[in-house]
């Protein structure tokens, strides 16, 4: 008996251990969480308009308007006889989420270089990184027009416009993605390390036998949170750039209408977060195909 129930253990621990289980485990909790911040949406505005408390600020249905109107505006049409409201934010969001794609590149690219420079020299961190964290201080908003006015006319006519957007997502991908290289790049264990320069082992053998695997963790987490970060840029860099097809046009235009229509503005916040959750949502699916290991077994 104790056999038999030992098997159907091991069965059910099988089945839960599978990737088409944990899919459908992590579906079934993203939609349960999407159900509790719907209803902690209604039940705040419920409770407010109940009680009458204009506290941080009055609810009502130009302020917070219900979900389901929010939801349901997405697949109204966005003017008379126009085309669905979701369909206009889409082709939106496309043309976004390619500037944000290329931006995200450049800044991964860029980040990554600059750390495997900096791990090679102290006298380089000590110089550079004051620069680099400072450079994190300006706001983001006073240096787009900077970008665009500098990096336009040097673009070629294929990327002119959204070059520029492209980057100041950039701009905004490097920087988390150049400290937590660093330091995973400063991660190998000092043992193989120091076994493979008694194996008279160069820089490069090091590095890439053992410090880029050792940064693989580090790596992903930054990639991450600078995925989102990429979208937030490049829809800030298409207001200087006069982009008007982007998700910052569409969100300007909509601004114009709060008083009448707040649920369109409200559903194209949506669909720009929904492009930033996709963005982060790529990272983690390529973290789980290249980094098989813990991040204390890597090196």
């Known amino acids: 008996m104790s056999h038999a129930a030992s098997i159907a253990s091991s069965r059910r621990r099988s089945v839960r251990e599978s990737p088409f289980a944990q899919g459908a485990l992590r579906i079934l909790y993203a939609v349960l969480a999407l159900a509790a911040l719907w209803g902690l949406w209604e ?83 000590r110089g550079f990184m004051p620069y680099i964290v400072a450079s994190q201080t300006i706001p983001i908003l006073a240096i787009a027009p900077m970008v665009v ?21 950039a701009y905004l991908t490097f920087f988390p993605v150049t400290i937590n290289t660093l ?16 194996y008279a082992g160069n820089r490069w053998m090091i590095l890439r036998k053992l410090r880029i695997p050792a940064s693989f963790p580090f790596l992903f987490t930054a990639l991450k949170i600078a995925a989102p970060a990429a ?15 982007g998700l910052a046009g569409a969100i300007l235009n909509f601004n114009q209408y709060y008083i009448t229509s707040p649920e369109s503005l409200w559903a194209t916040n949506i669909i720009a977060a929904g492009l930033g959750i996709l963005f982060f949502l790529v990272v983690a699916l390529a973290e789980r195909l290249l980094v098989r290991r813990a991040p204390e077994n890597v090196a």
């Open 149 to 169: 006015v500098w990096v336009n006319p040097k673009l070629p006519e294929s990327l002119a416009g959204w070059g520029a957007v492209s980057v100041i997502a």
């Open 183 to 198: 330091r995973g790049l400063q991660s190998a264990d000092p043992r193989a390390l120091e076994l493979m320069r008694s």
């Open 43 to 125: 039940l705040y505005r419920w409770t407010w308009v109940s009680t009458g408390w204009t506290r941080p600020f009055p609810v009502n249905d130009v302020t917070m308007p219900h979900m389901h109107r929010i939801v349901g505006a997405l697949f109204e049409p966005s003017r008379i006889n126009g085309p669905l409201l979701i369909s206009v934010l889409v082709k939106s969001a496309l043309v976004t989420a390619k500037e944000a794609a290329a931006g995200f590149a450049l800044g991964a690219v860029f980040g990554f270089v600059l750390a495997v420079v900096l791990v090679h020299s102290g006298l380089l961190q």
């Open 231 to 245: 979208v937030v840029g490049a829809i800030i860099g298409e207001l200087p750039s006069s982009i008007q097809d």
